[in-house]
């Protein structure tokens, strides 16, 4: 039972949490409404058993992302980064059958286990997966006039590039939407980052722009790794 099995996750431990066993019963922020937790569950599952399953946000910032989705009435949302869609699955169900998930990834096999899930879950159509470097993306949505069409992104994959993707980010959300930004304690490594900790030294650099970034207001909230949460002025 995967319920009973203790894994690293996000700098947490994962599901020793009574969140994360509350999420393997339920899916916590669905509630009793109408929507099904068909495919959830299964993927939350597959993805804690997955070699890589650390990779995967924790249950309450998946839970907190899904209702500020929801509460700022998203319409379009980017993940940069999506493994196998936990995080995607979450926010593509709380979004309206017209709304769409931007989700960049550079590796299909991740996407292979998620998507007959979001197919099972029925939100399929609304996570459009794009294979290929997350800034390439980002840069072909801005050529294509999306600026500021964006309610809300979150930026999740290679560390390195976290001030390039929160460049583009802060150009394609709206002014009132949301950027989340994961890993920003990277296990506190970014207080006193080492030279040869390129992740720690690039994560460290954006704490301390978005500090003094006028462009936004931030939260920065201690659940998972850190999460920094930017409200475009
Ligand atoms: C921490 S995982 C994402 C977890 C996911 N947000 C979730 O909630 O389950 C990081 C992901 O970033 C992807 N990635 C790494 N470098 C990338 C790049 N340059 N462009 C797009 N995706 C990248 C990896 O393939 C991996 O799936």
Redesign the pocket.
Known sequence: MISSRRKETGGHTFPSTVMAQLCFSRCPFLSTKSVSTLGWTQLLQL?ADHPWGR???SCEQAQLMANLVKLIKAKKVI??????G??ALNMALVLPDNGRVIA????ED?AKIGRPLWKEAGVEHKIDLRIK??IQTLDELLASGEAETFDFAFI???KE?YNEYYEKCLRLVKKGGIIAIDNVFWNGKVLKPRKDDLAAQSIHRLNEKLLRDARINISMLPIGDGVTLAFKL
């Open positions: 993805t990779m995967m946000v993940e940069i980064g999506v493994f196998t936990y995080n960049c990834d550079i590796n991740y470097p997350a999740d994959a290679d590039s």
